[in-house]
Nanobody, 115 residues
Framework: QVQLVESGGGLVQPGGSLRLSCAASGSRLSLYTMDWSRQAPGKQRELVATISRGGSINYSDSVKGRFTISRDNSKNMVYLQMNSLKPEDTAVYYC?????????WGQGTQVTVSS
């Protein structure tokens, strides 16, 4: 069983930056592929960034070049650095850990990009 807790969300102006953190407990994070997804009101959840156990990374086209996912297995942490934020990045951001048939989600953290 893995417990995930996201933090770092908030209100930021367009063009600003935020760093989201996902703290894991209950198991070694190194076993899991980790990803960040987001869901805006009235929209489907969107996968934005994935980092595999081996460190391979993928981004959605909507965030490529602006967001950076990273992990620190020694601290059981995953991060999402978000730069050049746009109003359309406004959403609840979720951390997810996946390994074989095991999937765990955090409770989400709100990111609002507005002037």
């Amino acid at each position: 069983q893995v417990q995930l807790v996201e933090s770092g969300g908030g209100l930021v102006q367009p063009g600003g930056s935020l760093r989201l953190s996902c703290a894991a407990s209950g198991s070694r994070l190194s076993l899991y592929t980790m990803d960040w997804s987001r869901q805006a009101p009235g929209k489907q959840r969107e996968l934005v960034a994935t980092i595999s156990r081996g460190g391979s990374i993928n981004y959605s086209d909507s965030v490529k070049g602006r967001f950076t996912i990273s992990r620190d297995n020694s601290k059981n942490m995953v991060y999402l650095q978000m730069n050049s934020l746009k109003p359309e990045d406004t959403a609840v951001y979720y951390c997810h850990a996946g390994w074989i048939s095991n999937n765990y989600w955090g409770q989400g953290t709100q990111v609002t990009v507005s002037s």
